[in-house]
């Protein structure tokens, strides 16, 4: 009874949004940046000098020549691993080449058995990608794969060797852990059906979380350029909250900011629930579309706010240190610069990629431009 109660919850709560959706593209369109905007802070000033990685195109070959001699390579991942190449544009070549491969990973299963497509699959299909997840899930730090193990098996465990022997066995050890995790919870059927339930904003947040990979994704942010926090001196100068805070919070921007940019392909396109501003509408049955991105957009702009305010105080702790610890305030400077730039290439990639561009949008920022409709 409750499940059938969800069901017809759900169904009304998407089509509602669709047919409200349909009215607003007649009448509206927004702004993401004025969306996320606030006070003197604009995001076109703050990612004004950001650049992708130098090497982009060659490194895209070799994710391309990666996937296709483990045959996973797919022709629309090109719009895909270009975020990587945005997310750690400083990244060394070497470091970088097995980023890319991994995202290449990360897209095939996404674009095959992911959150959105996993209920569209047949049984058999669900059933041989549910044991492929689990045993990629459950891959510990020796990183051998089963007999006749899969071909995307074998290719996770090449590049989880490549970061491995690159790394400090501490972060790779918590950096596997977040990663499997994000394996395990993201290729499965994560709308409310699936679910059983309507989980709360605050829990759909949690859940999203996770299945971005962002956490995992802004460890990576150490990795890419061989810099890695030192924790225990962290927490001898009394900041590991706050920069807890300041990773949560990139991580957080990354993936609320994709499900606004994400809304139409997801929402209209795909009727998945599994998404933001669904979560608003099924939790808020009298609030409007319009008032849905408000509420959407304004958590976003609160992770942007919370983001420069805690790097900002971590960098006050910098230069109170900078003469009597000049090496390791160097190096933390490093991370937070690195990490600045990853919250810069969230905002530039979604508007630079055309994984979401489309004839008619509400949002300006994805509406093709006249050359390219023609094209």
Known sequence: MFNHHVKTTTRDTLARV??????????????????????????????KKFNPHPQSAELTQQ????????????????HYISCVLYVFPTATFERMAA???????????NDTMGREIFRNLTSRQQLNAKHLIYRMACIDETLETVDNAH??????????????????????????????????????????????????VDKYIEMRNHTSGMPHIVMLVEYSTGVFLDWQWLAKIKVVQRMK???KAAALIGCLMNDLFSFEKEVIDNDSDS??????ALNNPDMSLQDIIYSSAAIVRDLLMEFMD??????????????????RVSKLRIHLSDLDRSV????????????????????????????????
């Not at 994710?63 to 090109?78: L, S």
């Not at 709308?191 to 989980?199: R, S």
């Not at 290439?345 to 949008?361: E, G, H, N």
């Open 245 to 247: 805070r300041l990773h």
């Open 151 to 200: 071909p995307l098996e074998l290719a996770n465990a090449e590049i989880l060797k490549d970061i491995q022997q690159t790394s400090p066995p501490e972060w790779f050890s918590q950096f596997l852990k977040l990663y499997s995790y994000h394996i395990a919870v993201t290729h499965k059927d994560c709308n409310v059906e699936g679910l059983g339930f309507i989980p709360t």
């Open 344 to 375: 810069q290439a969230s905002w530039m990639w979604q508007v630079y990629t055309k994984r979401f561009k489309r004839m008619d949008s509400i949002w300006e920022e994805t509406q093709l431009q006249t050359a390219e409709k023609v094209s």
């Open 275 to 280: 998404n933001l501003l669904m979560s608003f």
């Open 63 to 78: 994710a391309r020549q990666f996937g296709e001699h483990y045959g996973i390579w797919m022709e629309n991942a090109k």
């Open 18 to 47: 669709q047919n409200e959706y349909a009215q607003l593209l007649k009448t509206t369109t927004f702004s993401l940046q004025d969306l996320f905007n606030y006070g003197d802070f604009r995001l076109d000033t703050y990612c």
């Open 99 to 109: 980023m890319v491969k991994n995202n290449a990973i990360d897209y095939y299963l």
């Open 310 to 327: 805690v790097a900002a105080q971590i960098e006050k702790k910098c230069e109170q240190l900078s003469a009597s610890d000049p090496v």
